[in-house]
Nanobody, 130 residues
Framework: QLQLVESGGGLVQPGGSLRLSCTASGFTLDYYTIIWFRQAPGKEREGVSCISSSGGSSYYADSVKGRFAISRDNAKNMVYLQMNSLAPEDTAVYYC???????????????????????WGQGTQVTVSS
């Protein structure tokens, strides 16, 4: 089955860190821009960060800029989201999605535009609480 798989979520105290991972099952991520979304209960889905297929370009939502860092290792078929200085408002289910269009990913973050992505993961829960 072709899908993305997220891991690394959990419970962390405010100010703590987590690293989320996104890998592909059944295909390679080399040709895809990867975007991280999150959705908190009762809130709309929010684009958090994206990274181009080569890793040469990345983009962040203002809400996470300076605290989160996205990276990828195509040799390992992995994309990472390092989350530092976590706050309770970062609590959400985090999803990764794959698209061939970097511009779509940026517009999803900047304008909340909705596109059909090639692949989605099932999500990983991040809870920031003391």
């Amino acid at each position: 089955q072709l899908q993305l798989v997220e891991s690394g979520g959990g419970l962390v105290q405010p100010g703590g860190s987590l690293r989320l991972s996104c890998t592909a099952s059944g295909f390679t991520l080399d040709y895809y821009t990867i975007i991280w979304f999150r959705q908190a209960p009762g809130k709309e889905r929010e684009g958090v960060s994206c990274i181009s297929s080569s890793g040469g370009s990345s983009y962040y939502a203002d809400s996470v800029k300076g605290r989160f860092a996205i990276s990828r290792d195509n040799a390992k078929n992995m994309v990472y989201l390092q989350m530092n200085s976590l706050a309770p408002e970062d609590t959400a289910v985090y999803y990764c999605a794959a698209t061939q269009y970097y511009s779509w990913a940026v517009q999803a973050i900047t304008h909340g535009r909705v596109y059909e992505y090639d692949y989605w993961g099932q999500g990983t829960q991040v809870t920031v609480s003391s």
